[in-house]
């Protein structure tokens, strides 16, 4: 963290880079992590490192989502945990929702790892560590598929980031509702999930908590329009969209 100079073009992108090493170092983030960041820094910067249009567009529809859920549950990998442990505790008492610890790469020494940061955040609850994870989700095949009879499997809407294919589309033939946080508007998460925003879990969780106490004061009959009227794919389109022409924009300034 020191040595990275006060004046560096790129100081806040190397430090969130650095929450993900260190993360590695207290065992909560796989190494195989640190690649799923270095592809999301790619993506991140097509984006211009900001939360776009498209993306507060879905931010507002899934903190309408999960405030008028019955059962929400967010979901909490060792990259997520690395990068906003404390955002996550907010955002899940502001709804409120359980905390649930589900993993690609399973091993219960991470999960007790990624428990005591969210404690250590604040969390009263963590779901889905060791034996908890009791129940299996059909069809999923990785060590994702072992999860918490009182969260994920019985949640009506969850929420997720830097997820894999697999797990989004068993949730969903689940008929959950699935809110994906995925830099990357190409992949199987993004095409699958019910809401997918696209922008960077360390921006898009603390605007989600903003979004949720805000639409908290609108009536029920406005947030089911506001979650009717909107469109995966279509946000998805914009997202790329955005993508391309900020990239021919950036070809006249060479
Ligand atoms: O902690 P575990 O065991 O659950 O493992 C977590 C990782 C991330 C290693 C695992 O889920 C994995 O391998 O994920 P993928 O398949 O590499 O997918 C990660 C996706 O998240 C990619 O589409 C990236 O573009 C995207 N991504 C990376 N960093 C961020 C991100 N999206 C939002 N915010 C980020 N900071």
Known sequence: RGIIPENHPRRESLLIREKVVEGMMENVVVPQGLIAQGRGECFDYLLGERTQDFALRAIEVSAAMLVTAKSPVISVNGNMAALAAHEIVDLAKSIPAKLEVNLFYRDEERERAIERKLRE????????????????????????????????????????????????????????????????????????????????????????????????????????????????????????RYMSERLAQLSLTL
């Not at 960077?200 to 603390?206: F, G, K």
């Open 121 to 240: 955040a604040g969390a009263e609850e963590v779901l889905g560590v060791g034996k908890n994870a009791s129940e299996t989700i059909p069809e999923l095949f990785s060590e994702r598929r072992r999860v918490s009879k009182e969260g994920i499997y019985s949640a009506d809407v969850v929420l997720l980031g830097l997820e894999d294919g697999d797990r989004t589309e068993a949730l969903v033939r689940l008929q959950k509702k699935v809110i994906a946080i995925d830099l990357n508007p190409l992949s199987r998460t993004s095409l699958t999930a019910t809401v997918t925003i696209v922008d960077n879990v360390v921006r898009a969780i603390p605007e989600l908590k903003k979004k949720v106490q805000d639409v908290r004061n609108k009536d029920r009959e406005e947030l089911e329009r506001l979650i009717k009227g909107f469109h995966n794919r279509d946000n998805l389109r914009s997202a790329l």
